[in-house]
């Protein structure tokens, strides 16, 4: 079965620089999910698209931003980064039923390096 | 706020034998779902296993059950005939009914030895 596809996997960045991290949902999912997940932490919930508009908000820096596009692909766009913002990005997806709330389903992250 | 808690960091087991991994939430609300996750050293966070807290009967998938005590918030896993593949991070994931952001407790650790 497909899975969320997340890239790049790997991404090196030098401090002030920005970044774009993208998000394939797994095929008719209409939600996702973004979480950071520093070292030996848990994931924290960044922020959250249903039908490309902002379902929900975490604790995301004023510095980054994301949107969801009309074939449902996420992209996190990070700007000015920090050494702090060097984490595990997980993308995740799930389908909206309306009544009940369906699990989501993890990509393999985009590891992200600030020097 | 919902809030999960893992008390305990690290567990250990050997191959074949049982391990059950402790998790407690708080929440006002009545309707919500319960998770647990594997991240294994791959990073990959990977479903194991989900409770809708409206449901009595305890979720099972294969050697992975859970038991789940609404009124004391309470949402243990069981692994039974444990395998070096078990070896992995494991998190409790708590989403209100709104489904939106999943809450995370900070992990258990298990190593599954030989």
């Known amino acids: 079965?497909?899975?969320?596809?997340?890239?790049?996997?790997?991404?090196?960045?030098?401090?002030r620089e920005t970044a774009t991290l993208?998000?394939?949902?797994?095929?008719?999912?209409?939600?996702?999910?973004?979480?950071?997940?520093?070292?030996g932490q848990d994931?924290?919930?960044?922020?959250?698209?249903?039908?490309?508009?902002?379902?929900?908000?975490?604790s995301i820096p004023?510095?980054?931003?994301?949107?969801q596009f009309s074939d449902y692909h996420s992209?996190?766009?990070?700007?000015?980064?920090?050494?702090?913002d060097s984490a595990l990005y997980f993308c995740a997806s799930s389908l909206y039923t309306g009544l009940n709330t369906d699990t989501q389903y993890f990509g393999p992250g985009t590891r992200l390096t600030v020097l | 706020a919902q809030t999960v808690t893992q008390s305990q960091p690290e567990m250990s087991v050997q191959e074949a034998e049982t391990v059950t991994l402790s998790c407690t939430y708080d929440t006002s609300e009545n309707n919500y779902y319960l998770?647990?996750?594997?991240?294994?050293?791959?990073?990959?966070m990977i479903l194991v296993i989900r409770q809708e807290a409206y449901k009595q009967q305890n979720a099972t998938e294969n050697r992975f059950s859970v038991n789940f005590q609404k009124a004391?918030?309470?949402f243990s896993l069981k692994i039974s005939d444990s395998q070096l593949g078990d070896t992995a991070m494991y998190f409790c994931a708590f989403l209100n009914q709104a489904g939106t952001a999943l809450i995370f407790g900070k992990g258990t650790t298990l190593s599954v030895s030989s």
């Not at chain 1, 993208?22 to 070292?39: A, E, F, L, N």
Request: aromatic content about 14%; glycine content about 6%; some cysteine.
């Open chain 1, 75 to 84: 992209e996190l766009n990070m700007s000015s980064l920090e050494l702090g």
């Open chain 2, 72 to 74: 004391a918030k309470s």
């Open chain 1, 62 to 67: 004023d510095r980054f931003s994301a949107q």
């Open chain 1, 22 to 39: 993208k998000c394939y949902p797994i095929p008719r999912h209409d939600t996702v999910y973004w979480y950071q997940q520093g070292p």
């Open chain 2, 35 to 44: 998770f647990w996750y594997k991240q294994p050293p791959s990073r990959q």
């Open chain 1, 43 to 58: 994931p924290q919930f960044l922020i959250s698209f249903y039908e490309k508009m902002q379902s929900d908000k975490g």
């Open chain 1, 1 to 15: 079965a497909a899975g969320v596809i997340q890239s790049p996997r790997h991404l090196i960045k030098e401090k």
